[in-house]
């Protein structure tokens, strides 16, 4: 049986080969601009990707979800779209509109809420098959601009910056369960934990346990959160990022103010995002910090977390 790395590398191809958009989109990240900003001792980069306003600008409340067709739906993919099946109720797509030179959206082929509680474990399989990949949750109101469709995106690893620095950033050790080890980093004004495991099951449940001490926001369905997770076949290494906010002041600030961010995985995960050309020229360590510090879980919330979590598995 091909490795299933193989067989999405194959899918890519034929995708870029065939299909005009993501052809010409693909070809465009050449171009892409990137420059790096330290943020009190994390690295973050930042990226003029004028083709992610299809993301970074999608309305996402009730009404305008209602008033379209669901573009995750199979019925309503691109007729060029091709899909490469996975356990029995996902589809692997090529993402037409990449951040990363290899871009997935994989979709459950049902219609059905975007939510995160019972499908870690399928999260933790794809990232074991997709080894080349950091698999990546954006929850509702955290960035998913398909919030009304369960699905997940996978970017090749190597890509943010969090995935090689993580180790040097541990604040400490929140706890062990089984084979799973959770960790925090100082990485303030992000918040984040770190599952580091050698049992996808052990991995597992220690999520479920810090999803069920967050909180849920009146009107929510779930604790907003973002999620990667990767695997080099043997180890699962997932990051939490709890949230506060969905969007920052600036998203809808006017004039100068006005700076179209709207944090999700790959944000958190140290690769800003800005569409505009004016953002991405003017913003600064001073604006991400401050985009941080209001999308993301504040310090006293965030150590009660981490104090909730250790009283049930340590």
């Not at 779209?81 to 993402?95: D, M, R, T």
């Not at 090689?164 to 100082?186: E, N, P």
């Not at 999803?211 to 990667?228: A, C, F, H, R």
Request: glycine share 6%; charged share 20%; net charge negative.
């Amino acid at each position: 049986m091909q490795n299933l790395n193989q067989t999405i590398h194959d899918l890519l191809q034929r995708q870029l080969a065939d299909w005009e958009t993501a052809g010409n989109n693909y070809a465009a990240l050449a171009g892409v601009r990137v420059k790096e900003l330290d943020v009190d001792g994390t690295l973050y980069k930042v990226q003029f990707n004028p083709a992610r306003i299809v993301s970074s600008g999608a309305k996402v409340d009730a009404k305008s979800i209602k008033a379209r067709k669901c573009f995750l739906c199979p019925a309503n993919l691109p007729p060029q779209q091709e899909g490469v099946p996975f356990a029995g109720h996902y589809s692997i797509l090529v993402n037409p509109f990449p951040i990363f030179p290899r871009h997935l959206t994989i979709p459950e082929t049902e219609h059905v809420d975007q939510r995160i509680a019972t499908r870690m474990g399928d999260m933790l399989q794809l990232a074991q098959a997709l080894t080349d990949y950091t698999i990546f949750y954006n929850g509702p109101r955290c960035g998913a601009s398909a919030p009304d469709h369960a699905h997940f995106q996978a970017g090749n690893k190597g890509f943010m910056p969090i995935e090689d620095t993580w180790r040097k950033q541990v604040a400490g050790q929140v706890g062990t369960l089984g084979q799973a080890t959770l960790y925090w980093l100082d990485d303030a004004p992000r918040a984040t934990l770190v599952i580091d495991s050698a049992s996808a099951d052990d991995a597992e449940a220690l999520f479920r346990i810090i999803y069920q001490n967050m909180t849920i926001k009146p009107g929510e369905e779930e604790p907003m959160m973002n999620v990667l997770c990767m695997c080099d076949g043997a180890r699962w290494t997932v990051f939490v990022f709890p949230r506060e906010k969905h969007r920052p002041a600036c998203y809808t600030a006017e004039g100068e103010d006005n700076l179209l961010s709207s944090p999700a995985s790959v944000d958190l995960g140290g690769v800003f995002i800005t569409p505009v050309e004016k953002d991405f020229a003017k913003i600064t360590a001073a604006d991400v910090r401050q985009i941080l510090s209001e999308v993301c879980l504040p310090p006293e919330a965030f150590e009660q977390l981490r104090r909730q979590v250790k009283e049930q598995i340590r």
